[in-house]
């Protein structure tokens, strides 16, 4: 609260007047209203994510998951309003592909997976692993660099 100055409730407002983008507004004004019960339930949902994750990480190495919901769209664009013909009720629902990686603060390398036919990389892959396997996950990454060939769409 410092950095911005003034009290929690008038927060939203002083990022609006530093034109701060709405976005992110949205994101203080909703956290203000984020119940202790909200937030443990939360908590809650975490564990058991890490828990599915940890039992996978017995069985695997290293897991993948593509890097994004959505090939790159217009740079005019705050973000994709839809994502295969579901509308987006969040900015951030279009990459929340992102997330179960994110949210654990697992280790994660993003490659390209292909090649689009303007010659830019248009979609890749995450690839993440358990946590302090940051080595071997840039050692896969780099394997999976210089061996596999990218093929153009």
């Known amino acids: 609260l410092e950095c911005i100055g003034g009290s929690e409730g008038d927060i939203p407002e002083r990022l ?21 019960q909200q937030l443990q339930k939360a ?36 973000w994709p309003k839809s994502v295969a013909g579901k509308s987006m009720d969040t900015y951030h629902r279009w990459m929340e592909v992102m997330v179960p990686v994110t949210l654990l603060g697992l280790p994660c390398v993003t490659i390209p997976a292909a090649i689009g036919k303007n010659g830019l990389h248009n979609i890749g892959l995450q690839f993440f692993g358990p946590k302090n396997a940051d080595a071997g996950l ?4 780099r394997w999976y660099h210089a061996n596999i060939e990218i093929k153009m769409n």
């Open 16 to 36: 609006k007047a530093r034109n701060v983008k709405p976005e992110a507004v949205w994101e203080c004004e909703n956290g203000l209203g984020v119940t202790s």
């Open 43 to 78: 908590v809650k949902v975490v564990e058991a994510w890490a828990c599915c994750v940890d039992e996978l990480f017995q069985t695997y190495d290293y897991l993948v998951l593509p890097s994004s919901q959505v090939y790159p769209f217009d740079a005019t664009l705050d």
């Open 138 to 141: 840039l050692s896969l990454a």
